[in-house]
């Protein structure tokens, strides 16, 4: 019961084990307790690192996530409790910064430290596909990225104190 505040899956799963174990008055209270709490689902990157960045795509089918030693990873999130990692890593020069979608979900853009925005295609997150780098100077460390709802537009912040503003139609 202590860990429900911290860590809702163990606590989850020390209940129901102590559930099996003996179904006693307390061990039924704290399993009824666990499943009233929010659903959580966690999401494990590579050992030892710790993420960066997350983002859902338009309509919360695919999340990308940056880890710590730059690895973006692509995960299927349909299914609640049942996330579904697919097996790409995505390449990216430099450690990553940041991550966005664009408004139809097809397209995810990676910003990095050596100033660069990699555009993925990922309307088959199996297969994603390198669409273009653009580089906003070798000065500039792209601190964010963002995607305009409506526009084939993508907004990036760099270290450098400037916005970039792209076109990303082609």
């Known amino acids: 019961n202590q860990l429900r505040s911290s860590d809702i899956a163990l606590a989850m ?15 039924v209270s704290s399993l009824l307790n ?10 494990l990157g590579p050992v030892g690192t710790e993420m960066h960045s997350v983002a859902f795509s338009p309509g919360a089918a695919l999340l990308a996530t940056v880890s710590g030693n730059g690895s973006v990873q692509l995960w299927d999130v349909r299914q609640p409790g049942h996330p579904e990692q697919f097996a790409v890593h995505l390449s990216v020069p430099g450690a990553v910064t940041s991550i966005a979608f664009s408004s139809d979900g097809k397209i995810l853009a990676v ?4 100033g660069g925005v990699t ?3 990922v309307s088959n997150p199996r297969r994603p596909a390198l669409r273009d780098r653009i580089s906003a100077g070798a000065q500039a ?3 964010t990225v963002a995607f305009s709802p409506d526009h084939p537009m993508l907004a990036t912040g760099g270290t450098d104190g400037q916005i970039r503003l792209w076109d990303v139609t082609d």
């Open 13 to 27: 799963q020390l209940s129901l084990a102590a559930y099996q174990i003996a179904p006693t008055a307390e061990a």
């Open 111 to 114: 910003g990095s430290r050596t």
């Open 34 to 43: 666990s499943t009233a709490a929010m659903p959580v689902t966690r999401l």
């Open 119 to 121: 555009l993925w295609d």
């Open 141 to 143: 460390v792209i601190s």
